[in-house]
């Protein structure tokens, strides 16, 4: 293929995609789930390596690299482009209440870590109970809404959370997923391919 034609091919794809994404963005919202939504569908990027490691980050505002991740690091990237950092908001609550996130004794531990708290589902789930709203687990696709919380059991032991957007299946029936399970940062119709064991709704006022 010739350089201008390749460049040419180039320009349209990026386009294409950049308007893909328009298409399910809610022009204008007018509230913080909508907002939640926009950020969730803005970080989508399939090249976002699933990298469960444990990794030293700087506190506040800490990420692991950008092209890397796990399900949690979706959550906590969305809302830090609304201006809330989860991390500084799980690491504040966890150390005034410790006793209130059973899973850290549990892993035997005794004391914060901002480098992983609020990495990991369990203690999201705490946290959002806590400080946001618990909603009824359900199968009724109706009752899950743009921009609140789903946490999964996948396989019975393993932990998953996405955020709910305004897009929906093809087929109309169910909304669909910012989340990631393996495959990168992706919109996915996924909301009952796992066993939903929490749902919530957290909005903090900056």
């Known amino acids: 293929m010739k350089p201008f034609y390749f460049l040419l091919t180039v320009i349209a794809f990026f386009i294409c995609g950049q308007n893909q994404q328009e298409n399910v963005l809610i022009q204008n919202p007018k509230t913080f789930e909508e907002r939640l ?5 803005s970080i ?45 908001e799980v690491h504040e609550d966890i150390k005034a209440n410790f006793n209130k996130y059973p899973n850290l004794k549990k892993w035997g531990l005794k004391t914060t870590d901002t480098n992983i708290d609020h990495r990991r589902v369990p203690n999201l789930e705490v946290f959002f109970e806590r400080k946001g709203k618990k909603l009824a687990v359900t199968q009724n696709s109706n009752d899950y809404k743009t921009g609140e919380i789903v946490t999964w059991m996948i396989g019975g032991k393993l932990p998953h959370i996405g955020i709910i957007t305004n897009k929906k299946s093809s087929d109309g029936k169910r ?31 900056v």
């Open 175 to 205: 909304p669909m997923i910012v989340h990631n399970v393996g495959g990168g940062q992706v919109l996915e119709d996924c909301l009952f391919s796992y066993d939903i064991v929490g749902h919530f709704r957290y909005y903090k006022q």
């Open 37 to 41: 939504s926009n950020a969730a569908i």
């Open 44 to 88: 989508i990027d399939k090249n976002v390596v699933y990298t469960p490691d444990y990794v030293s980050i700087k506190y506040p505002n800490g990420d692991v690299p950008a092209k890397t991740g796990v399900c949690t690091d979706v959550v906590i990237r969305a809302y830090r482009k609304l201006g809330i950092d989860l991390q500084k």
